[in-house]
């Protein structure tokens, strides 16, 4: 079968490879689409730690084509979307509700092979079939929607906050939807490039910030009655916008680090402002328990992701999407690639 392999930092080649068979209580999915996301450029970057050879891509739906002798409540013919985090179900944070720490985490397109291939396997576990309302680009979404739904539920929005979104990329666009559904007051993103502002306004943001014009802080007071926001969420994961998260919000308020910076990235703070602010600051990592939800929320028409669509490409062409990740063009949101 045909797969991109990330055999080095900074090196894909897509090439040849045998199709992948699966163990007793696993399916062979045939992938239809399966979306770039910024984990696969930090991997490619060398800022997140993948096992080499490996087949990149965790954000697929496909179909299965073939079950193991083991697996009890999938069929061939399905089309389904698998959960990438694949927990061991046995050790301690397992056994205590929290699989997302799991020692043993098998996450799919890092640790073992994912869906930048015409083929790839996946545990029963973790497969999840499609309602039939649910097309497969917008299924392509489950995952990154399911970390945003767990990062909803650590945020534990209250009904008439304010809310400030810094960053208008993908995930950023999914959390502004979350944010309005979940009762917000006002919605305020922030974000430099203008057609991700255009599209927050289309999606419902109250207010669109270009954080390079003006003072951000001045103009994020005006629209939050001198007070700041009730919660900020930071969907870029670099150190000033960490450091902005915290300085904008209201006394008392939250703020969540979602953006995916790399490992040992730093960011400094000053600590009387968060004591004397009484602010709660809240990580969000992965997706524990909201898998069925992001379907749910998906195929209930309630979010929509197909206008963060803006490439489909072939699998020969996966470099394109790997260079538009670190050049963001403008207009650029993501690539979908079709193995
Ligand atoms: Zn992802
Ligand atoms: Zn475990």
């Not at 890092?110 to 299924?139: H, M, N, Q």
């Not at 014009?213 to 001045?218: A, F, Q, R």
């Not at 004397?276 to 809240?282: A, G, K």
């Amino acid at each position: 079968m045909k797969a991109a392999v990330l055999e080095a930092i900074k090196r894909i080649a897509v090439k040849d490879i045998p199709a992948p068979i699966p163990k007793d209580d696993e399916a062979l999915i045939k992938v239809k689409t399966c979306g770039m996301c910024g984990t696969d450029l930090k991997l490619y970057n060398g800022q997140y730690s993948a096992r080499v050879p490996v087949v990149p891509g965790h954000e697929y739906s496909g179909e299965i084509v073939a079950l193991g002798k083991n697996v009890r409540n999938l069929k061939v013919g399905q089309r389904v979307v698998s959960d990438p985090n694949e927990s061991c179900g046995k050790c301690y944070w397992c056994r205590n509700h929290q699989p997302c720490f799991c020692k043993e985490l098998a996450a799919y397109g890092v640790l073992r092979d994912g869906g930048f291939a015409e083929y790839c396997t996946a545990s029963e576990k973790g497969i999840y079939p499609l309602p039939e309302s649910l097309d497969d680009e917008s299924a392509a979404f489950a995952e990154p929607v399911s970390c945003v739904v767990h990062a909803v539920d650590r945020v534990n929005y209250r009904s008439g906050e304010t809310v400030a979104i810094i960053g208008g990329g993908p995930m950023g666009q999914i959390h502004l939807q979350f944010a309005l559904h979940s009762g917000a007051r006002k919605v305020i993103l922030i974000e430099p490039e203008e057609t991700r502002r255009q599209m927050a306004q289309r999606f419902g943001a109250h207010v669109v910030i270009n954080p390079k014009e003006g003072d951000l802080k001045e103009q994020v007071l005006a629209e939050t009655e001198g007070l700041g926001p009730d919660v900020v969420v930071e969907v870029v994961g670099r150190a000033d916008t960490i450091e902005q998260a915290l300085d904008l919000a209201k006394r008392g308020g939250r703020v969540l680090i979602f953006g995916f910076a790399p490992e040992g990235q730093k960011a400094s703070m000053i600590p009387f402002n968060v004591l004397s602010r009484e602010l709660t600051i809240l990580g969000s990592w992965v997706n524990p328990y909201s898998y069925s939800r992001a379907l749910d929320v998906l195929a209930a028409g309630k979010l929509d992701v197909k206008p963060l669509i803006t490439n489909r490409l072939k699998l020969d062409d996966i470099m394109q999407a790997y260079t538009m990740m670190m050049e963001k063009p403008m207009g650029f949101m993501k690539a979908l690639v079709f193995p």
